[in-house]
């Protein structure tokens, strides 16, 4: 299984946290490739600078390498998915998430409950 992994599961898998249940853990460190998208990077660059995330940005873009993990670009045509989306959710990164899932096709991993809406594709632990 190919799994994108959403902003929050991103950091608590590299936190090690005991929000990230040991069954998602595992499904992770199974899966066929795990993707990180350009997307959770950003979106954390910009709590980091808010002050509403302590974490360092070169730590994150290592964790993606050291965990095995693919780094996900953003492409125009993921771009303009997002955007045509129905407003379920207002959320740019996480929109831009469920169009990257949707595209590539991808199994997204995430917390968020408001995503489910969008596509079978969407998986909330």
Do not use: C
């Not at 608590?12 to 199974?30: C, D, G, H, T």
């Not at 693919?70 to 492409?75: G, H, K, N, S, V």
């Not at 899932?101 to 968020?112: F, G, H, N, R």
């Amino acid at each position: 299984m190919r799994l994108l992994l959403d902003t929050h599961i991103f950091l608590w898998y590299l936190a090690a946290s005991r929000k990230l249940p040991k069954s998602v853990i595992n499904r992770i460190e199974i899966a066929d490739a795990v993707f990180i998208s350009a997307a959770s990077v950003w979106e954390a660059s910009i709590k980091i600078k808010q002050g509403r995330l302590q974490v360092n940005t070169d730590d994150l873009i290592a964790g993606i390498a050291s965990s095995g993990f693919i780094e996900l670009p953003i492409t125009a045509t993921q771009g303009a998915l997002a955007a045509n989306l129905p407003e379920y959710h207002r959320d740019p990164f996480d929109r831009m998430l469920i169009a990257q899932a949707m595209s590539e096709p991808l199994k997204l991993l995430t917390a968020d409950g408001l995503l489910r809406q969008y596509s079978e594709l969407v998986e909330v632990i």
